[in-house]
């Protein structure tokens, strides 16, 4: 487990955009040490703590891409039509050693090996068969329809750098190349807590002032989907002693703590005080709504995130800080997700310098143009306004009126939680 400084989250600028938060994090938060060798069957979302060597040719030999009818581009008729002999039959997973290949043509089947000189292979639908020769169209190009040895990727080329986390197709390239087993960096440990006397567990009975606690459900969630390991550590309340206590006995066996709500001004936010008692806080003003200023610190050497209370600001700094955090934990680089043009189908006023994000829905336009449509209720702490929407649009800094009919960044849902 990383060991950071108290101070190692002070930030003196003024307010601070997305892309500067995530650099600070880069800079200063260290990836997991510890490795583990896991199964391919059990690699996917993994981070790899190891470069990977292609340590054979893919595809190890030379093979047909079609049924068809494989001969040496040397031995076709320069112009017009061919016609050679038919000799042999190869199917995939056969083996071509010494089948005759100099003027005539050999049948194959997708995945056969290619039998010595032949070079290119003719699909059968553009082949006539006739008395124990083939009569081969004109046109065809050289190489056409035959796969060389190491078309897909070469013996020693690099298939993988260390930090790439595994998604589907990369175990396909591995199981390919023979992996059965990788090496990766160990899940980061993500302590996860909420804080309120206010706050009830689902289905436990609810106090007549009281709500369930929502938020933890959520970051579990988003913190399994980033890529960590969960210590659910419940709902801790509002006694100052006791989470003092409880955020030290934290540090000690995870790689991050992170909470929601508590960590304001006012005279029951005890959360501020505890991480302060137990360790270090600062407060980062990160230009975004909705959200506000993100609790940053340091306990035990282990990093603290305090998010906003409502859910819906909870959901927005995750994605955009929290996720950062942990993709820099485990390993790996954070890449800020890649927005989809939409047109905007309402106007809309901001404050400058503040990067906001609004909650829509989706629908063609009546020329096909997608169009977003923003949801009628944006309070941070309506969850059905994430619930019944398809994403974020992204309005920058620097813009204060917005007109109808704009081009904005979209951002689906789907890409903050992967």
């Not at 006739?130 to 046109?139: A, N």
């Not at 990160?286 to 200023?293: A, D, E, N, T, Y």
């Not at 992204?394 to 789907?414: H, N, Q, S």
Request: proline share 7%; hydrophobic share 45%.
């Amino acid at each position: 487990m990383a060991q950071l400084s108290n101070d190692s989250f002070a930030f003196g600028g003024p307010l601070m955009s997305i892309e500067q938060a995530a650099a600070l994090v880069g800079e200063r938060v260290q990836p997991v040490a510890e490795t583990q060798t896991v199964a391919l069957a059990e690699a996917d979302g993994r981070v790899l703590a190891e470069e990977v060597v292609a340590g054979l040719d893919l595809p190890p030999f030379a093979n047909s891409a079609v049924d068809g009818y494989a001969v040496r581009f040397a031995d076709l008729a320069p112009d017009g039509e061919s016609r050679l002999a038919l000799v042999g039959r190869i199917a995939a997973g056969s083996d071509a050693a010494g089948v005759a290949t100099e003027g005539v043509a050999v049948r194959v089947f997708t995945g056969a090996p290619m039998p010595a000189g032949a070079d290119t292979v003719f699909m059968q639908e553009d082949v006539t068969e006739e008395d124990g020769f083939v009569r081969l169209p004109s046109g065809l190009k050289p190489g056409a329809n035959a796969r060389p040895a190491g078309e897909d990727i070469a013996r020693g080329e690099i298939a993988f750098a260390a930090g790439q986390r595994l998604r589907p197709q990369d175990l396909a390239l591995l199981a390919g190349l023979g992996r059965t087993s990788v090496l990766v960096c160990r899940k980061p440990r993500v302590a996860i807590f909420s804080t309120g006397d206010e706050l009830a567990e689902p289905g436990q009975p609810l106090p007549a002032a009281g709500i369930y606690d929502a938020n933890r459900a959520a970051l579990r969630a988003m913190v399994q989907r980033a890529g960590a390991e969960v210590v659910d550590l419940g709902i801790l309340r509002d006694e100052p002693q006791s989470l003092a206590a409880r955020l030290a006995e934290a540090a000690q066996d995870s790689d991050l703590i992170l909470t929601s709500g508590g960590v304001s001004t006012g005279e029951e936010d005890h959360v501020k005080a505890a991480v302060e008692s137990a360790g270090s806080l600062v407060f980062w003003r990160i230009g975004i709504k909705p959200g506000r200023p993100v609790a940053m610190g340091v306990i035990g050497g282990t990093p603290f995130i305090g998010l906003p209370g409502n859910p819906v600001a909870v959901f927005v700094t995750f994605a955009f800080v929290a996720r950062a955090v942990i993709a820099r934990l485990s390993g790996t680089q954070y890449k800020p997700p890649v927005p989809l043009p939409v047109r905007l189908g309402f106007p809309y006023r901001k404050k400058e310098g503040r990067r906001e994000y609004v909650r829509v829905s989706l629908a063609p336009g009546a020329d096909g143009i997608i169009v977003a449509s923003k949801h009628p209720q944006d309070g941070a702490g309506v969850m059905t306004s994430l619930t019944r929407t398809d994403g974020l649009v992204e309005l920058a800094e620097e813009l204060t009126k917005i007109e109808e009919g704009r081009i904005v960044p979209f951002l689906a849902y789907d890409l903050l939680t992967a």
